[in-house]
């Protein structure tokens, strides 16, 4: 779980965990008990916390990252220790990818940013009917990895990007390089997509208004922007944005009352998207440590933790909130349905499809 | 003479070989870049202005900052790493505040002066009171430590203060509200500059040329230099050294103050980190100009913001470099090991009073 700009990523996701263990009660007679780390959404925490955890052996199963940048780190430790870990929320393609940085014991419920960056290279060229895009990120694996897809997709499409380009976390003053972008050799784009996370793509939505070249580009951010204080902080500029995310709109009974219960114990709507993912993967976790938990003499369980990992990556066809998941052999489980939302008066509302 | 030229670089340590040859490729580099920029210029001489007035206005607020370095060095010699958190403390205070509530009430819109000026006042007066609390508790114990130990205190102060605001106002980004009067642009030689920016260089102006007649003219600043000089003799004088060492972190939090209302008016978003990067920056504009030197913290202020802004597309953007925005920062800091490796005192030179012998 994350602490900073991009708590509400954090925070959602381990709401969706907490509802998940309300929901459930017990597994095989025995309560299951949380225990939340915080990474502040950067490689050394993922470190850190990864290495707390697999030093603790009464933990079963992880939940986790919020962050691809954490990610990173951590399933190297964690996978290294012979456990497994689940994120919701982690969508960068490399995580997943066995040439890249795919660790044996990673999986994810949440959605690989390839079809994520292909919905919104989808969205710009064929719904919105724009030719020419630019890209941003600021050299997380999150980041990069979606600019990297949404470009790639766009240009399979027959579009053009005139600038692809990064910032650094932490920066301000988006002016001087969305001048640059606005003067790049192929024109101003009429579409720009910064998928990165709160504070920069806040600035950068308000700053692209205020540069010359770029004021009828249309902008795009992704699921790193996707939550109630970045819809606060983007404020006034919000009108003509646009914001590629899981596709919300569960059908199903579980997530009516996911929902209601999501309201009533933490008193708001869910503050980011992947609160269901993180819910799902605690279910795959509940539902294997069913399977392979063994009653010892004592009446204590005894998990192996290799029979878990077995078991999460033979996940096929479970019927969760997020869809039918069916684990791949490089962890990748998701049934990933995205969508693209604006926000009007404060709330992000479902445009396409 | 050829061969004296051999001689001599055959004299040299491995060691000082490269780091002349870093210093030829740095310049060579930057030489290069710019000749190809200027030949094959992608840009139009609007844009050039657009750069330099971004550069100013992000180095206005550095400079404003880099006093605050500038002068507790001076003083007591010590770095004062919690200076990031005065600047944060006020501004992020005033928004949650002041700012959220006066916007939501509809109140700041119909008086946005009045508003502003609460803020700005909010934003002085925590700034300044946390100044006094780190000085009076963190500091002071330790004033006759040996100097690491204030050092590590101030980043222990810093860490303390960022996570003591976190606790009180949440760790999210807050929105500081946009106020329609200083909203939009205006015409200044052909191109339109925003109403902030142009705010920011007013106050910035107005603030450091202030803060150089109370430094120089009054009997306050006189006290403080005089401190700065020597702690002893200035108490054999009279002087009140605790009491100066407290107005003169008051000098650097007020300036800090000022340039949270600005930065919060630019960039519309504050919250507990957002201390850190801007005081980095700060400091390293002060070692630029000259730390201990008050129109050096100024100047150092404003070339760093100026080259942050111009530098990647004049030297790096013709070279062919991918994403060379995001090197903005190698180039901040590559300019200041090549001002300290050919003016290891900075540009101005070290002098609050003067060197110490």
Same mark, same amino acid.
């Given at each position: 779980?994350?602490?900073?700009?991009?708590?509400?990523?954090?925070?959602?996701?381990?709401?969706?965990?907490?509802?998940?263990?309300?929901?459930?009660?017990?597994?095989?007679?025995?309560?299951?008990?949380?225990? #939340?780390?915080?990474?502040?959404?950067?490689?050394?925490?993922?470190?850190?916390?990864?290495?707390?955890?697999?030093?603790?052996?009464?933990?079963? !199963?992880?939940?986790?990252?919020?962050?691809?940048?954490?990610?990173?780190?951590?399933?190297?430790?964690?996978?290294?220790?012979?456990?497994?870990?689940?994120?919701?929320?982690?969508?960068?393609?490399?995580?997943?990818?066995?040439?890249?940085? $795919?660790?044996?014991?990673?999986?994810?419920?949440?959605?690989?940013?390839?079809?994520?960056?292909?919905?919104?290279?989808?969205?710009?060229?064929?719904?919105?009917?724009?030719?020419?895009?630019?890209?941003?990120?600021?050299?997380?694996?999150?980041?990069?990895?979606?600019?990297?897809?949404?470009?790639?997709?766009?240009?399979?499409?027959?579009?053009?990007?005139?600038? =692809?380009?990064?910032?650094?976390?932490?920066?301000?003053?988006?002016?001087?390089?969305?001048?640059?972008?606005?003067?790049?050799? %192929?024109?101003?784009?009429?579409?720009?997509?910064?998928?990165?996370?709160? #504070?920069?793509?806040?600035?950068?939505?308000?700053?692209?208004?205020?540069?010359?070249?770029?004021?009828?580009?249309?902008?795009?951010?992704?699921?790193?922007?996707?939550?109630?204080?970045?819809?606060?902080?983007?404020?006034?500029?919000?009108? %003509?944005?646009?914001?590629?995310?899981?596709?919300?709109?569960?059908?199903?009974?579980?997530?009516?009352?996911?929902?209601?219960?999501?309201?009533?114990? =933490?008193?708001?709507?869910?503050?980011?998207?992947?609160?269901?993912?993180? =819910?799902?993967? #605690?279910?795959?976790?509940?539902?294997?440590?069913?399977?392979?938990?063994?009653? !010892?003499?004592?009446?204590?369980?005894?998990?192996?933790?290799?029979?878990?990992?077995?078991?999460?990556? #033979?996940?096929?066809?479970?019927?969760?909130?997020?869809?039918?998941?069916?684990?791949?052999?490089?962890?990748?489980?998701?049934?990933?349905?995205?969508?693209?939302?604006?926000?009007?008066?404060?709330?992000?509302?479902?445009? $396409?499809? | 003479?050829?061969?004296?030229?051999?001689?001599?670089?055959?004299?040299?340590?491995?060691?000082?070989?490269?780091?002349?040859?870093?210093?030829?490729?740095?310049?060579?580099?930057?030489?290069?870049?710019?000749?190809?920029?200027?030949?094959?210029?992608?840009?139009?001489?609007?844009?050039?202005?657009?750069?330099?007035?971004?550069?100013?206005?992000?180095?206005?607020?550095?400079?404003?900052?880099?006093?605050?370095?500038?002068?507790?060095?001076?003083?007591?010699?010590?770095?004062?790493?919690?200076? @990031?958190?005065?600047?944060?403390?006020?501004?992020?205070?005033?928004?949650?505040?002041?700012?959220?509530?006066?916007?939501?009430?509809?109140?700041?819109?119909?008086?946005?002066?009045? @508003?502003?000026?609460?803020?700005?006042?909010?934003?002085?007066?925590?700034?300044?009171?946390?100044?006094?609390?780190?000085?009076?508790?963190?500091?002071?114990?330790?004033?006759?430590?040996?100097?690491?130990?204030?050092?590590?205190?101030?980043?222990?102060? @810093?860490?303390?203060?960022?996570?003591?605001?976190?606790?009180?106002?949440? @760790?999210?980004?807050?929105?500081?509200?946009?106020?329609?009067? +200083?909203?939009?642009?205006?015409?200044?030689?052909?191109?339109?500059?925003?109403?902030?920016?142009?705010?920011?260089?007013?106050?910035?102006?107005?603030?450091?040329?202030?803060?150089?007649?109370?430094?120089?003219?009054?009997?306050?600043?006189?006290?403080?230099?005089?401190?700065?000089?020597?702690?002893?003799?200035?108490?054999?004088?009279?002087?009140?050294?605790?009491?100066?060492?407290?107005?003169?972190?008051?000098?650097?939090?007020?300036?800090?103050?000022?340039?949270?209302?600005?930065?919060?008016?630019?960039?519309?978003?504050?919250?507990?980190?957002?201390?850190?990067?801007?005081?980095?920056?700060?400091?390293?504009?002060?070692?630029?100009?000259?730390?201990?030197?008050?129109?050096?913290?100024?100047?150092?202020?404003?070339?760093?913001?100026?080259?942050?802004?111009?530098?990647?597309?004049?030297? +790096?953007?013709?070279?062919?470099?991918?994403?060379?925005?995001?090197?903005?920062?190698?180039?901040?800091?590559?300019?200041?090991?090549?001002?300290?490796?050919?003016?290891?005192?900075?540009?101005?030179?070290?002098?609050?009073?003067?060197?110490?012998?």
């Amino acid at each position: 779980m994350i602490s900073g700009a991009n708590a509400d990523l954090g925070l959602d996701s381990q709401y969706g965990v907490e509802i998940a263990i309300q929901f459930k009660g017990e597994v095989l007679g025995h309560s299951v008990e949380l225990q #939340a780390e915080d990474d502040g959404c950067s490689a050394e925490g993922g470190q850190a916390a990864g290495q707390k955890i697999v030093s603790d052996p009464s933990i079963v !199963g992880i939940i986790g990252t919020s962050c691809s940048g954490a990610g990173v780190p951590m399933s190297q430790v964690v996978s290294d220790a012979g456990y497994f870990m689940v994120s919701p929320s982690n969508t960068a393609p490399s995580l997943t990818d066995a040439n890249q940085a $795919w660790k044996p014991g990673y999986l994810r419920t949440a959605h690989n940013d390839k079809v994520q960056g292909a919905a919104m290279a989808e969205y710009a060229y064929s719904e919105l009917g724009l030719t020419t895009a630019a890209a941003i990120h600021d050299g997380d694996p999150y980041t990069e990895g979606l600019a990297n897809a949404f470009r790639e997709s766009f240009e399979a499409l027959g579009g053009t990007v005139v600038a =692809f380009t990064a910032v650094n976390v932490g920066d301000t003053d988006m002016r001087p390089v969305l001048t640059s972008i606005a003067n790049s050799a %192929g024109g101003a784009p009429e579409f720009l997509f910064f998928p990165v996370f709160t #504070a920069e793509c806040a600035h950068l939505a308000t700053q692209a208004l205020e540069v010359a070249g770029l004021e009828n580009t249309v902008r795009g951010a992704a699921d790193g922007c996707f939550s109630a204080a970045a819809a606060d902080a983007i404020g006034d500029a919000s009108p %003509g944005m646009v914001f590629s995310g899981p596709d919300l709109a569960y059908a199903g009974q579980t997530y009516q009352d996911f929902l209601a219960a999501y309201q009533e114990n =933490f008193g708001s709507a869910p503050l980011s998207v992947f609160h269901a993912h993180a =819910f799902d993967a #605690a279910n795959l976790i509940f539902g294997c440590i069913e399977t392979t938990a063994q009653q !010892g003499s004592d009446g204590a369980l005894l998990i192996g933790r290799q029979a878990m990992r077995d078991c999460m990556f #033979a996940t096929s066809g479970y019927a969760g909130i997020t869809g039918s998941l069916t684990c791949n052999a490089t962890g990748d489980c998701a049934d990933p349905k995205i969508a693209v939302y604006e926000i009007q008066g404060g709330e992000y509302v479902n445009i $396409w499809p | 003479m050829i061969d004296r030229a051999i001689e001599r670089i055959k004299g040299l340590s491995f060691i000082n070989g490269f780091l002349w040859l870093m210093r030829a490729a740095i310049i060579f580099v930057v030489v290069w870049g710019t000749i190809q920029t200027i030949l094959h210029n992608p840009y139009s001489y609007r844009n050039w202005l657009d750069f330099i007035i971004f550069g100013i206005a992000q180095g206005s607020m550095y400079a404003l900052i880099a006093i605050g370095y500038t002068l507790v060095y001076g003083v007591l010699k010590m770095i004062n790493f919690a200076h @990031s958190e005065f600047f944060m403390s006020g501004i992020f205070t005033a928004t949650c505040v002041v700012a959220i509530p006066l916007a939501e009430s509809g109140y700041m819109a119909a008086h946005p002066f009045i @508003s502003l000026t609460l803020v700005a006042v909010v934003t002085i007066g925590v700034s300044v009171l946390i100044a006094l609390v780190t000085e009076r508790v963190a500091y002071r114990p330790l004033r006759h430590s040996p100097r690491l130990m204030p050092l590590i205190t101030a980043i222990g102060a @810093s860490f303390f203060w960022q996570y003591y605001f976190r606790g009180l106002f949440g @760790s999210q980004v807050k929105p500081f509200p946009t106020i329609a009067a +200083l909203d939009g642009t205006i015409s200044f030689l052909n191109t339109q500059v925003l109403k902030t920016h142009v705010l920011v260089v007013v106050v910035t102006i107005i603030s450091l040329v202030a803060l150089n007649f109370f430094i120089t003219r009054t009997k306050a600043g006189m006290a403080i230099r005089s401190v700065a000089e020597n702690k002893d003799v200035a108490a054999l004088m009279g002087i009140n050294v605790n009491r100066t060492i407290s107005l003169t972190f008051a000098t650097c939090a007020f300036m800090a103050g000022i340039a949270g209302v600005l930065y919060a008016l630019v960039y519309h978003q504050v919250h507990f980190f957002m201390g850190f990067i801007p005081g980095i920056k700060a400091f390293t504009a002060a070692v630029l100009g000259g730390i201990g030197n008050i129109p050096g913290a100024a100047i150092g202020g404003l070339f760093l913001g100026l080259f942050e802004s111009v530098g990647p597309s004049l030297f +790096l953007q013709s070279l062919g470099i991918p994403a060379f925005n995001q090197l903005k920062d190698v180039i901040a800091f590559t300019l200041l090991v090549l001002i300290l490796i050919f003016r290891p005192q900075g540009i101005l030179g070290e002098r609050l009073a003067e060197k110490k012998a």
